[in-house]
């Protein structure tokens, strides 16, 4: 892994909110509380596991991050495991930083004289 300390690195949490339109980050936080809970009721250990796939959209700036959740919640009598796997396009900027828009996007701007006035016709 190189050595590349810069304030352009992607920020992981934030890009998290992003995954799946933040339904990912939802269900992680649902798969570690049923874990930890699993646990700490029956004294067996659980397993919580993020599987990331990257593969480049076309040959475009872009890529299609495949995210795979699964976990292992341990049970009075055994355990129960659930997977899922979504998917969330993602755009690579300088360094290499991914974000759910392209870094150099601009706001839009809208006519507000325009908009603000109705014709009567």
Do not use: C, W
């Not at 920020?11 to 649902?30: I, W």
């Not at 919640?73 to 974000?99: D, F």
């Amino acid at each position: 892994m190189s050595e590349n300390i810069h304030g352009s690195d992607t920020n992981f949490a934030e890009l998290l909110d992003d995954l799946d339109g933040g339904v990912f980050h939802q269900k992680l936080g649902h798969a570690l509380s049923a874990v930890a809970l699993g646990v700490v009721q029956n004294g067996k250990a659980g397993k919580v596991t993020i599987t990331l796939d990257v593969k480049q959209i076309a040959t475009s700036r872009q890529v299609d991050v495949s995210h795979k959740l699964t976990f292992t919640e341990p049970t009075a009598k055994g355990k129960r495991s659930e997977e899922n796997t979504t998917s969330t396009p993602l755009y690579v900027g300088k360094n290499g930083k991914l974000t759910l828009f392209p870094e150099n996007q601009t706001k839009f701007e809208f006519d507000s004289e325009k908009s603000g006035q109705r014709t009567n016709a």
